[in-house]
């Protein structure tokens, strides 16, 4: 497992973006799956973007157009530039990683290492 730290959350008007980041990879160019997901208060922890080795991305219907998942792997950093904010982001962000379930289809399962989360909040 690796020690993940998020950053990057805040707090924005509905309209604008945010760049969340995630660092704390030893080796990122041979991290098979990783993820960013979210949870808001009340509500079950749900996957917004996944990212495999090769690059191929995969998103939640809900953030599609408007999130965008990449990775750095010279920096060991894994992103997620959010656009359009709507109020229904508002939730602590957690990135994670070490796991294969992405090249089965499942983008949002198995993950072994996870940050702490980041705070996001949209106000309308």
């Known amino acids: 497992q690796v020690q993940l730290v998020e950053s990057g959350g805040g707090s924005v008007q509905a309209g604008g973006s945010l760049r969340l980041s995630c660092a704390g990879f030893r080796y990122m160019y041979s991290t098979n799956c990783m993820a960013w997901f979210r949870q808001a208060p009340g509500k079950e922890r749900e996957g917004v973007a996944g990212i495999r080795f090769d690059g191929s991305t995969s998103y939640a219907e809900s953030v599609k157009g408007r999130f965008t998942i990449s990775k750095d792997n010279n920096k060991n950093t894994l992103y997620l530039q959010m656009n359009s904010l709507k109020p229904e982001d508002t939730a602590m962000y957690y990135c994670?990683?070490?796991?294969?379930?992405?090249?089965?289809?499942?983008?949002?399962?198995?993950?072994?290492?996870w940050g702490q989360g980041t705070q996001v909040t949209v106000s309308s």
């Open positions: 994670a990683a070490e796991g294969n379930d992405c090249y089965s289809g499942s983008w949002f399962s198995g993950y072994n290492s």
